[in-house]
């Protein structure tokens, strides 16, 4: 996840803000020498947050290698030590507040993987919100027809129709103890975030948390599998799918009446039914008439896909369709965004393919469907142009059609599903569509975050170097900070979602959805609209930010992740294509 959190390390780089007040050289001239190690100091002070190098222009002074000297036992020494300190804590935060930023553009696509356009000859895509994009009310359609199907087909409470979507309740990429009945935010290191661990809509304490896992750390074996599913043992099931919000929300809420009215109940089951419930809406085509009866109300960015695909189809490229939907909903949806001649744009559609089994298993054979959605019997020896396919597999696909490796580009909404067997088995490139970016990035551009942010750097620098001293007075001090620093961690989770934060950070570490997300992603980006601003020949570069034992000793170049307002800059809107 360097893409997003690299705005910020160049914000605070640009900021030069102890250079230009030289605070800290003022304080080392004050105190008393000690053996204190450089390395050590210029280590530390690299070490900070996205890429080690957001204070480098302390490095840059010559007394501050040692600056660091023991302060005085005595009390008199003490006090005027904490006195510099506090002195150089007021400079510091002085200049975070007036720093003026760049912001982060986000119809950008950032890259987790060089690749360039000019290499790809075919591009894939998913519908669901990849081509067909829905507005929020899918979500509350979902959460009550699934809340339904539990009271009237599974003896629910008759209660739980007082329960309603919540759309800000929950966010992407959460895992669900199954056995527990807890939903939380996990790391990329497997630790739980503290303070996003709900049991229905409320809470579970610190504490709680803390004596039912033995700490905060989930171990390997009872994570959720290679797919986030809850299987062979594995108690966490992980929520890696948009059209998974309303199950995780339907989750939480029959958890919170079942609490209210001190109803005993096995979590197992819960979880089960709730999942049925949501497949059933989905298998049933429940979902499915209901969008088809008022397509307007809930398919959004029509026009915007349409473009995309009209691009590519000019420059001659390859196109093709492999979804889960069946037919006759995506040609619904396909036929209000595209028109009725939609099928011109693909080479190949493949409906109901029932991914991510597509990808591995050998045994599906493909099976043509009518237009009127008539199964067809005969054996597939070619997949043809505006021809409509059902199920098959992968290794069929790429026999029949030849198309392998890195020439092949698939877009998906699902790291999982769509993305990871492809880039893992096959050496497709992949590209992510995350629609929460431009809430995310949003929230990002605001003066609030980026100022608390700027200031949360900051003080832990200052920890960071001040720890090292034993005295008293200096301790003292230090441990202020602390607090402070440990009293914004929540301001850092609420700004994005009060419940669970960030999709993509913890308070500082990246979240499980960013750890598989930077590894089974090439691009990623808001919208497939996003493409519409590059050109066909354009490359995507990674930008190399230092590794926590790297110095930064390359030149600060602009990052495709950043879009810089700035009209002379190579990442303007109007040059974003010649980068």
Same mark, same amino acid.
């Given at each position: 996840?360097?893409?997003?959190?690299?705005?910020?390390?160049?914000?605070?780089?640009?900021?030069?803000?102890?250079?230009?007040?030289?605070?800290?050289?003022?304080?080392?001239?004050?105190?008393?020498?000690?053996?204190?190690? /450089?390395?050590?100091?210029?280590?530390?002070?690299?070490?900070?947050?996205?890429?080690?190098?957001?204070?480098?222009?302390?490095?840059?002074?010559?007394?501050?290698?040692?600056?660091?000297?023991?302060?005085?036992?005595?009390?008199?020494?003490?006090?005027?030590?904490?006195?510099?300190?506090?002195?150089?804590?007021?400079?510091?935060?002085?200049?975070?507040?007036?720093?003026?930023?760049?912001?982060?553009?986000?119809?950008?696509?950032?890259?987790?993987?060089?690749?360039?356009?000019?290499?790809?000859?075919?591009?894939?895509?998913?519908?669901?919100?990849?081509?067909?994009?829905?507005?929020?009310?899918?979500?509350?359609?979902?959460?009550?027809?699934?809340?339904?199907?539990?009271? @009237?087909?599974?003896?629910?409470? =008759?209660?739980?129709?007082?329960?309603?979507?919540?759309?800000?309740?929950?966010?992407?990429?959460?895992?669900?103890?199954?056995?527990?009945?807890?939903?939380?935010?996990?790391?990329?290191?497997? !630790?739980?975030?503290?303070?996003?661990?709900?049991?229905?809509?409320?809470?579970?304490?610190?504490?709680?948390?803390?004596?039912? !896992?033995?700490?905060?750390?989930?171990?390997?074996?009872?994570?959720?599998?290679?797919?986030?599913?809850?299987?062979?043992?594995?108690?966490?099931?992980?929520?890696?799918?948009?059209?998974?919000?309303?199950?995780?929300?339907?989750?939480?809420?029959?958890?919170?009446?079942? &609490?209210?009215? @001190?109803?005993?109940?096995?979590?197992?089951?819960?979880?089960?039914?709730?999942?049925?419930?949501?497949?059933?809406?989905?298998?049933?085509?429940?979902? !499915?008439?209901?969008?088809?009866?008022?397509?307007?109300?809930?398919?959004?960015?029509?026009?915007? /896909?349409?473009?995309?695909?009209?691009?590519?189809?000019?420059?001659?490229?390859?196109?093709?369709?492999?979804?889960?939907?069946?037919?006759?909903?995506?040609?619904?949806?396909?036929?209000?965004?595209?028109?009725?001649?939609?099928?011109?744009?693909?080479?190949?559609?493949?409906?109901?393919?029932?991914?991510?089994?597509?990808?591995?298993?050998?045994?599906?054979?493909?099976?043509?469907?009518?237009?009127?959605?008539?199964?067809?019997?005969?054996?597939?020896?070619?997949?043809?142009?505006?021809?409509?396919?059902?199920?098959? @597999?992968?290794?069929?696909?790429?026999?029949?059609?030849?198309?392998?490796?890195?020439?092949?580009? !698939?877009?998906?909404?699902?790291?999982?599903?769509?993305?990871?067997?492809?880039?893992?088995?096959?050496?497709?490139?992949?590209?992510?569509?995350?629609?929460?970016?431009?809430?995310?990035?949003?929230? &990002? @551009?605001?003066?609030?975050?980026?100022?608390?942010?700027?200031?949360?750097?900051?003080?832990?620098?200052?920890?960071?170097?001040?720890?090292?001293?034993?005295?008293?007075?200096?301790?003292?001090?230090? =441990? =202020?900070?602390?607090?402070?620093?440990?009293?914004?961690?929540?301001?850092?989770?609420?700004?994005?979602?009060?419940?669970?934060?960030?999709?993509?950070?913890?308070?500082?570490?990246?979240?499980?959805?960013?750890?598989?997300?930077?590894?089974?992603?090439?691009?990623?980006?808001?919208?497939?609209?996003?493409?519409?601003?590059?050109?066909?020949?354009?490359?995507?570069?990674?930008?190399?930010?230092?590794?926590?034992?790297?110095?930064?000793?390359?030149?600060?170049?602009?990052? /495709?992740?950043?879009?810089?307002?700035?009209?002379?800059?190579?990442?303007?809107?109007?040059?974003?294509?010649?980068?």
């Amino acid at each position: 996840m360097a893409p997003l959190c690299r705005s910020l390390s160049s914000l605070v780089k640009r900021t030069e803000c102890l250079r230009r007040v030289g605070v800290f050289r003022s304080f080392q001239q004050d105190l008393p020498e000690h053996p204190f190690r /450089s390395g050590w100091w210029k280590r530390n002070f690299r070490a900070v947050y996205c890429g080690g190098a957001a204070f480098q222009p302390l490095l840059q002074q010559p007394e501050a290698k040692t600056c660091a000297a023991s302060v005085s036992s005595s009390s008199s020494e003490g006090r005027d030590a904490a006195e510099k300190l506090w002195s150089v804590y007021n400079e510091t935060k002085k200049q975070t507040e007036v720093i003026s930023t760049s912001s982060v553009d986000p119809d950008i696509i950032f890259a987790n993987n060089e690749m360039s356009l000019r290499d790809i000859e075919i591009y894939g895509f998913d519908y669901d919100y990849t081509l067909a994009f829905y507005s929020s009310q899918l979500h509350t359609l979902i959460f009550d027809i699934a809340r339904d199907i539990l009271i @009237n087909n599974h003896r629910y409470p =008759e209660g739980l129709r007082k329960y309603e979507y919540i759309p800000n309740f929950a966010v992407r990429g959460l895992h669900y103890d199954v056995q527990k009945g807890l939903l939380m935010k996990i790391d990329a290191f497997h !630790y739980i975030q503290l303070g996003t661990v709900y049991r229905g809509l409320h809470p579970v304490p610190d504490e709680e948390v803390i004596a039912m !896992y033995e700490g905060s750390h989930v171990p390997l074996e009872i994570m959720s599998d290679f797919y986030g599913k809850s299987t062979h043992g594995h108690t966490m099931k992980q929520f890696m799918d948009i059209f998974s919000l309303p199950e995780m929300t339907l989750l939480s809420c029959v958890n919170d009446f079942f &609490m209210r009215h @001190n109803i005993d109940y096995e979590p197992v089951h819960l979880y089960k039914d709730v999942k049925e419930a949501i497949r059933d809406v989905h298998v049933k085509g429940i979902m !499915y008439r209901a969008v088809e009866a008022d397509i307007e109300k809930y398919i959004c960015y029509g026009e915007q /896909s349409h473009a995309v695909l009209k691009k590519l189809s000019a420059h001659g490229k390859k196109m093709f369709l492999i979804t889960n939907s069946p037919f006759e909903f995506v040609d619904h949806g396909m036929r209000y965004i595209v028109g009725k001649d939609w099928r011109d744009l693909f080479d190949v559609v493949i409906v109901q393919a029932d991914k991510p089994s597509f990808f591995n298993d050998r045994r599906k054979p493909f099976r043509r469907v009518t237009d009127k959605g008539v199964l067809l019997w005969d054996r597939i020896h070619r997949l043809d142009k505006g021809q409509i396919y059902k199920q098959g @597999n992968l290794y069929e696909f790429l026999r029949l059609t030849g198309w392998r490796g890195s020439k092949v580009l !698939y877009f998906g909404d699902h790291i999982y599903s769509d993305l990871a067997d492809l880039t893992l088995k096959h050496g497709w490139r992949t590209g992510a569509i995350i629609p929460e970016l431009r809430k995310e990035i949003k929230i &990002m @551009n605001t003066p609030e975050y980026v100022h608390m942010m700027t200031w949360l750097q900051a003080l832990t620098v200052l920890i960071e170097q001040m720890q090292a001293h034993r005295d008293p007075a200096t301790q003292a001090v230090v =441990e =202020e900070w602390i607090k402070e620093r440990e009293a914004m961690k929540p301001q850092t989770k609420d700004i994005f979602n009060a419940q669970f934060g960030s999709l993509f950070r913890t308070y500082h570490n990246p979240t499980y959805f960013s750890r598989r997300l930077s590894r089974f992603a090439d691009i990623y980006m808001a919208s497939i609209s996003c493409m519409l601003n590059y050109d066909l020949q354009h490359t995507f570069f990674p930008r190399r930010t230092p590794l926590q034992h790297e110095a930064p000793f390359w030149p600060e170049q602009n990052s /495709s992740g950043l879009g810089l307002s700035s009209p002379s800059s190579p990442l303007a809107p109007q040059d974003r294509s010649t980068v």
